[in-house]
């Protein structure tokens, strides 16, 4: 814990999330201390290992770590995290003996005496004005937007300068195979540095710069790649370059979220983990826009291809400004504690938090959570090891794996990356071509703020299993519309069409729930390691999807190559319908008993739910669903346990 570790809890209140809504009346029925739900727990279970126990126990204390403690020990650990780590003014006692209470106790903050009218009224609008924050706050939203613009950016310029340097270097023969898989080689450099280096470079490169550090130094290595690739002359050499780009990708991919979501407020971290995706789809769309700009431009001084190279150079614009910007905004404080800088992440969080009763709370329940998580990771094997040894682990393994799979193998980067080739292989000039490349990037960007609503609405399982079909039957449409004469104008039309609506059911479904979903799926204490496999995962098979549209488009056309993904929707349906549990609304806890059962049993429950979804809403039968498979065979919950404290924040817990 962060100080006291030798109070035992005094069965007072319960530890509630930040997140959960104040003045709740069922919040009394939570006041348990932790000991009598781990006691309970073993007296109902005999079957468990001591292992899978102590996990249990693990993932209670992670939930609620100052579950059963007093408000008098609460106070009393404030005062000593602030004797231990050199905190010696009477206002930052105060503010750590105040928080402290509050982080034991969110939901009744308003009966801790003490509080300065101004202080309560802060607290009150973090619930009914979540946005209302200090600006040093959104200098760190502005931040991690413009990374996720750069992440965007860097993914689609490549789209329309393409068409022009593959002449140049020649690799532009439509009918050499050796032509088409350079240029998916050439396409695929940047997902390959990424998936084999750059995703694996996160954690080093984070204990060493830090946050912001990290940020720094892949948005430098992004803008000098991206300057770097507008003054190659070869094949090769544009390889090298956009290779160097995956150093840049991978580390600022991963650690943006993060240092978003470390420095928010709880109740704006799952908006934040949102914004991500939307704003990469914001870079995507600008891509788009300055490969447009830029098309007109003619060659200047001598300057053979200026046009493709200021499109593949306009990249580096945002990584710049986020460099220039990105010193001027606090470290994150949890990384502060990681390093046990604990006047550092004091004065950090302060910056991001309008009073210091509230930076006190924050630092203070992040040093608790953080000192849990230690003691975790010293549970069993090795964290590596346990990702197949332990069953609850190898499930979230396995859901995870597969959306991050499905994310590409969807098909949606055969169309951001060769849109403009496909439309210009459809019968559209060239900049033309451009124009229905930048419709696509505004119909991704556009249908990717309903899913702000949608993800936590209907469940990400509901999500994919609803679009998977509807993604492969737009696939199917553009692929078969190839095959209408060319002389009609339903031919781009029909094409057209079937990508734009592919592009409108992409973008609330497959495009921000696997970041969210592996975000949460996996326990707190091999979290980095599972987002590290997932991220590696997602780029590698961009990098597969990127080499290989070329030779598949010119080995089977772009009927065979459009159906083959279609496919794969088909198969992705499956997929989710037999081995992705829900996670909307879970506690940890219950993510437990939700992937700690049998695979077989996930896959009985999809097939139950398929037969249940014909004859309740094709056929019309009154007829019950099949009971969602759970662990509670194994594990047994007292009656006060959190089921009342589903949190509607999913994407919070990152």
Not at 189 to 197: K, L, R
Request: net charge neutral.
């Amino acid at each position: 814990m962060a100080s006291g570790t030798e109070d035992k809890p005094a069965g007072g209140v319960l530890g509630e999330k930040t997140e959960k809504a104040p003045r709740r009346k069922e919040s009394d029925s939570s006041e348990v201390s932790q000991a009598e739900q781990v006691e309970h727990r073993r007296s109902q279970d005999n079957i468990l290992s001591e292992e899978d126990r102590r996990r249990l126990e693990a993932s209670s204390k992670l939930e609620h770590p100052l579950a059963g403690l007093s408000p008098e020990q609460l106070a009393q650990r404030g005062e000593e995290f602030c004797a231990k780590h050199g905190l010696t003014s009477e206002e930052d006692i105060r503010a750590f003996r105040l928080g402290a209470m509050i982080s034991g106790n969110m939901n009744k903050y308003d009966t801790i005496e003490g509080l300065t009218d101004r202080e309560r009224e802060v607290l009150d609008r973090e619930i009914t004005h979540k946005w209302s924050n200090p600006p040093m706050l959104y200098a760190v939203i502005v931040i991690c937007s413009l990374c996720a613009a750069v992440q965007g950016m860097d993914e689609t310029v490549v789209n329309g300068a393409q068409g022009f340097y593959k002449t140049q270097f020649s690799i532009g023969d439509p009918d050499s195979q050796r032509d088409s898989w350079l240029l998916g080689l050439v396409n695929a450099a940047p997902y390959i540095g990424c998936a084999f280096a750059g995703c694996w470079l996160t954690e080093p490169m984070n204990k060493l710069f830090g946050r912001r550090g990290t940020v720094f130094v892949s948005c430098l290595i992004s803008a000098l790649a991206c300057f770097w690739q507008a003054f190659t002359n070869t094949w090769w050499h544009m390889f090298i370059a956009r290779f160097a780009l995956g150093f840049g990708i991978g580390p600022k991919s991963a650690t943006t979220p993060i240092f978003a979501a470390e420095c928010s407020p709880p109740k704006l971290r799952g908006a934040l983990v949102m914004q991500w995706q939307m704003w990469t789809a914001f870079g995507i769309m600008i891509g788009y826009v300055m490969d447009l700009a830029f098309y007109d431009v003619p060659d200047l001084s001598g300057i053979l291809g200026l046009r493709w190279r200021l499109m593949m150079g306009s990249a580096m614009i945002p990584a710049v400004i986020v460099c220039c910007m990105v010193y001027f905004t606090p470290e994150s404080p949890r990384w502060y504690l990681t390093k046990n800088r604990h006047a550092d992440a004091f004065r950090a969080i302060s910056q991001l938090r309008f009073e210091k009763v509230q930076a006190a709370r924050d630092l203070f329940y992040m040093d608790t959570l953080l000192q849990v998580e230690k003691e975790t990771m010293n549970i069993g094997q090795s964290r590596i090891k346990e990702f197949l040894t332990v069953r609850r682990n190898r499930n979230a393994m396995i859901a995870s794996e597969i959306v991050m799979f499905m994310q590409q193998f969807c098909g949606v980067n055969a169309i951001a990356y060769y849109s403009t080739e496909i439309f210009i292989d459809s019968g559209f000039s060239t900049q033309s071509a451009l124009l229905a490349s930048l419709g696509f990037g505004i119909v991704n960007f556009l249908f990717a703020l309903p899913a702000f609503y949608t993800i936590d609405t209907f469940g990400r399982r509901n999500l994919l299993l609803t679009t998977f079909p509807l993604m492969s039957l737009f696939l199917f449409f553009t692929g078969f519309s190839f095959w209408i004469p060319e002389s009609s104008t339903a031919h781009i039309g029909c094409i057209a069409l079937g990508i734009y609506l592919y592009g409108v059911v992409y973008s609330p479904g497959e495009g921000p729930v696997p970041f969210t979903y592996s975000a949460e799926a996996y326990p707190l204490y091999i979290r980095p390691i599972g987002m590290s496999l997932a991220t590696a995962t997602t780029w590698f098979f961009n990098s597969v999807i990127s080499l290989t549209w070329p030779a598949m488009v010119q080995a089977w056309t772009a009927q065979g190559a459009f159906s083959w993904y279609a496919a794969w929707n088909i198969v992705g349906f499956f997929l989710v319908l037999f081995f992705l549990p829900e996670t909307k609304e879970k506690t940890l806890e219950e993510l437990d008993a939700v992937f700690n059962v049998p695979l077989r049993s996930l896959v009985r429950y999809g097939a139950a739910q398929f037969f249940y979804f014909w004859g309740h809403y094709i056929l019309r039968r009154d007829i019950a669903p099949p009971k969602v498979p759970s662990a509670t065979d194994e594990v047994e919950y007292s009656k006060h346990q959190f089921s009342k404290e589903k949190t509607h924040d999913g994407a919070a817990r990152v």
